[in-house]
């Protein structure tokens, strides 16, 4: 698999804190410069970079991040108003409290409500699979399909621990066919991001791709 192959599978994305609009703007140039899927930054961002980037590259931002834990009212407030500002893709987090205290039916309508609030624009569905026992995950995948989101991902990049290639597997097995699978997270080469791909993912949430093509590297 090829470097160009590989970088079309890539959200490019800064989520810091610090981010300023000057670092937005480089990553968006980046972003159309190595053909990436999209790029992914905060939501403050995603008028000002849907302007700036046009038709050329999709615009992707978060909802509920990094913790989950807003009311499902706010995320879909959050989701309508990104959405306005021009933003292509949306990455909500789950309430990871919630799935934990076997309240499923609760994830289940939030995902749902966020993709009716999306219509036909990507929506993923961050897990944080760090925090996560193997059957709280097989049970996102569940709910994942259920409800109709488009991707399930596997985390922020903010807590514990990032994507695993057994969470890539384990997803392949247990996700519905029309549920597509985003590793995120601590995506530091592209050896790594091709054992993922080989695995299932088809989405790659990462900054340090780009920014090894970019040095040579």
Not at 26 to 55: H, L, M, N, Q
Not at 158 to 170: C, K, N, R
Not at 188 to 200: M, N, P, Q, V
Request: proline share 2%.
């Amino acid at each position: 698999m090829d470097r160009n192959e590989i970088l079309s599978k890539v959200d490019h994305t800064l989520l810091g804190q610090a981010a300023t609009w000057e670092d937005i703007k480089t990553i968006c140039d980046d972003a159309i410069a190595y053909g990436t899927a999209s790029v992914c930054i905060p939501p403050s961002f995603v008028e000002r970079a849907k302007k700036y980037v046009g038709d050329k590259m999709a615009v992707c931002t978060v909802i509920g991040f990094p913790n989950g834990y807003n009311t499902t009212a706010v995320k879909e407030f959050e989701t309508k108003d990104a959405i306005a500002r021009g933003a292509d893709e949306i990455d909500m987090v789950i309430n990871i409290g919630d799935l934990k205290a076997g309240e499923t039916d609760k994830v289940l309508n939030e995902i749902k409500t966020l993709k009716a609030a999306c219509g036909n624009r990507i929506l993923k569905v961050i897990i944080e699979t760090c925090l996560l026992t193997e059957e709280e995950k097989i049970t996102m995948c569940r709910l994942v399909t259920e409800a109709g989101a488009d991707y399930i991902k596997t985390s922020t990049g903010f807590s514990t621990g990032g994507a695993t290639f057994e969470d890539i597997a384990l997803f392949a097995k247990h996700v519905g066919p029309n549920v597509k699978i985003k590793a995120a997270g601590g995506i530091s080469s592209f050896d790594d991001a091709a054992r993922f791909i080989e695995l299932g993912a088809s989405r790659l949430g990462t900054s340090r791709l780009v920014k090894i093509a970019k040095s040579g590297g």
